[in-house]
């Protein structure tokens, strides 16, 4: 596989990464679909394990989704624009931190802007506990199992 179509595969990746935080958009197939077209395209055992592992990974993600409390982003209180930071902040702080660092850069960019929103450490923290009931627990999960899949797949190119 060429540089190009692993760039292009990687911007599809990150396509989806950023469609988990839109709801509506499927951002778990496109990450899938990606790993499709690298798989297919690349044919290597590391590429269909890569798949497999994939595959295995997002269904079961779908199967626990009814398990987690539904998105209501309306009912938190915070912008949207705090929600769609917190999630670019996770899936910068799983590539800083790589795996425990989604958590910590979701918590800590919703912490950060509603800090500064709210103007106070209590509110922070308040508004915080508030979004992750109403939405950052089905958001971080299926973003996090998508950053995994990412990973794998950069793993795969990299050191594959």
């Known amino acids: 596989m060429s540089v190009w ?22 951002g778990q197939a496109i990450v899938w679909a990606a790993v499709l077209w690298w798989a297919l395209t690349d044919m290597t055992p590391v590429a269909w394990g890569v798949l497999i592992g994939a595959t295995a990974l997002l269904l079961l993600n779908q199967a626990l989704k009814p398990l987690l ?4 982003p309306h009912e938190t ?17 799983f590539f800083v931190v790589p795996v425990i660092g989604a958590v910590a850069g979701y918590v800590g960019t919703v ?25 950052g627990w089905s958001v971080l999960v299926e973003l996090f199992a998508c950053l995994l899949v990412t990973g794998a797949w950069l793993g795969a190119v990299i050191w594959g």
Do not use: D, N
């Open 5 to 26: 179509q692993l760039v292009a595969v990687g911007l599809v990746m990150l396509l989806g990464l950023l469609g988990v935080l839109v709801p509506g958009v499927p």
């Open 111 to 135: 912490y950060g802007a509603e800090r500064l929103r709210l103007g106070s450490h209590g509110a922070g923290w308040t508004s915080v506990r508030s979004v992750m009931r109403a939405t």
């Open 77 to 93: 209180g915070a912008p949207r624009k705090t929600l769609t930071l917190g999630g670019i902040g996770a899936i910068v702080g």
């Open 69 to 72: 409390p539904p998105r209501r």
